[in-house]
């Protein structure tokens, strides 16, 4: 049974940093392709980040240059390191498996003085 498990979100000051991890079991996720999501209420899930199979990431214009992808294989887990966090960045975060369509819970990001 495949699960992704996120973790890390909490309460920032704007021009803060955080740093969420998803945690996968029964899939590797050297083998697979993996995107973070993030929905406001009453907005739609939005697209984020992904990152490859092969390593590559790719990344949404409003988080470019700030959020990084990254992996960490013999731990089988994603992070996504947020750097100068806005207010608009405030969110529930996702992680996905693309390929299984299927979602971790999420975990909240506040960012807020």
């Known amino acids: 049974q495949v699960q992704l498990v996120e973790s890390g979100g909490g309460l920032v000051q704007p021009g803060g940093s955080l740093r969420l991890s998803c945690a996968v079991s029964g899939l590797r996720v050297s083998i697979a392709d993996i995107g973070w999501y993030r929905q406001v209420p009453g907005n739609q899930r939005e697209w984020v980040t992904t990152?490859?199979?092969?390593?590559?990431?790719y990344y949404a214009d409003s988080v470019k240059g700030r959020f990084t992808a990254s992996r960490d294989n013999a731990k089988n887990t994603l992070y996504l390191q947020m750097n100068s966090l806005t207010p608009e960045d405030t969110a529930v975060y996702y992680c996905?498996?693309?390929?299984?369509?299927?979602w971790g819970q999420g975990t909240q990001v506040t960012v807020s003085s």
């Open positions: 996905k498996s693309i390929l299984l369509n299927l």
């Open positions: 990152m490859s199979s092969g390593g590559a990431t």
